[in-house]
């Protein structure tokens, strides 16, 4: 693995940084569901371990995505081994297209409009509505009131039901009528400016990244190791940025340069990479 792909520190301090689990869960995301949705332990240590990370490391992370709901244990023809639990795969379906397909609304593609009322005696699901419509990449227009691009209505319709969260909820649909400056108004409901800043830091992450594969043959064992922490790092990017109009973005929005870097790469590495982890797969 080259310098440039090294996936911040995601495995240090002996496996406990945060950024580990995520990639179990890429791992899994790009290898399990094509092995009928199972992995064995023995394919798991080894793949983690050319990242880096030392065994128990990965026994410890693997425990506290099964705690979590994300994976469960199985044993297939004696081994042992784990499978994304099935709300999981629903998950890992919807964030394919979020992931890969970039989708990006244009002006007229109008607003989705969500606002709810919770109990004070089920304040769990006020946070579970919050944390839900942070993920899909809405912003805050005003107390209970979220706003994003309408291309995301049917995506957050069916996350919101997936968490049983729609009888709290109300979603409308229209345009920006009045008043006042709409591209200053998208600055107030995103940060836009911490966005911005992750978007450069993938782009001085990996655009040495891009020269080191355009200089010469990468194996695929190197292209592993470069192209799940990649992954990992890229796939919360769009689940922040829910694909504003660049009409209402800043010039020069690195968003496009950061995603089109992604694209670059997913299609240089992601077949070698393939080719690294089913050879370990079908023989570990």
Known sequence: MTAGAEPSSAVGAGG???RLGPLIITLFGLY????RNWLSVASVIRLMADLGVEGQAVRSAVSRLKRRGM???ERHEGAAGYAVADTALEV???GDIRIFERNRAAAGDGWLLVVFSVPESERDKRHALRTALTRLGFGTAAPGVWVAPGILGDETRRTLRRL?????VDIFTGDHFAFGDLSAKVRAWWDLDELGALYADFLARYAPVRERVAAGPVTPREAFGIYLPMLTEWRRLPYRDPGLPLSL??????GESAGALFEELDGTLRAPARDHALAVIHTA
């Open 16 to 18: 406990r940084d945060s």
């Open 32 to 35: 399990a569901r094509g092995e």
């Open 71 to 73: 994976l469960r244990s």
């Open 92 to 94: 890992l379906a919807e």
């Open 164 to 168: 049983g969260l729609t009888p709290y």
């Open 249 to 254: 973005l800043p010039p020069g929005w690195g």
